[in-house]
């Protein structure tokens, strides 16, 4: 699946530090490489969305993080991004459930 960031979108994660004095500023790119994390987690919606958006749960190589993607398929199935985060808390621990579940399945 390719994710699609208006430029708007793409500007809002690239600035999060702006927002939130030392976060990490996002890469469209690096959620590109989360969304296809072989190990990535598709949450549909995503808890906390409160517009039903999907979330996915990956691992960046680039952002040596694992990121929280929030994005939206439009009515041809194209999905656009949203926003992003690093996961931490309940979405680290369900990437890294996942994780432990794909490597005990492979045994």
């Known amino acids: 699946m390719e994710l699609i960031w208006s430029d708007e979108d793409a500007q809002y994660v690239r600035n999060r530090s702006n927002r939130y004095p030392s976060a990490l500023d996002i890469e469209p790119e690096w959620t590109q490489e989360a969304v296809d994390d072989e190990h990535c987690v598709k949450l549909n919606p995503y808890p906390r969305?409160?517009?039903?958006?999907?979330?996915?749960?990956?691992?960046?190589?680039?952002?040596?993080?694992?990121?929280?993607?929030?994005?939206?398929?439009?009515?041809?199935?194209?999905?656009?991004?949203?926003?992003?985060?690093?996961?931490?808390?309940?979405?680290?621990?369900?990437?890294?459930?996942a994780v432990e579940d794909d490597e005990q399945a492979r045994q």
């Open 49 to 97: 969305s409160r517009v039903g958006a999907t979330g996915y749960i990956g691992y960046s190589p680039s952002a040596k993080h694992v990121l929280v993607v929030i994005a939206y398929a439009d009515l041809d199935g194209g999905m656009h991004g949203m926003n992003s985060w690093p996961a931490s808390g309940r979405d680290l621990a369900t990437y890294r459930k």
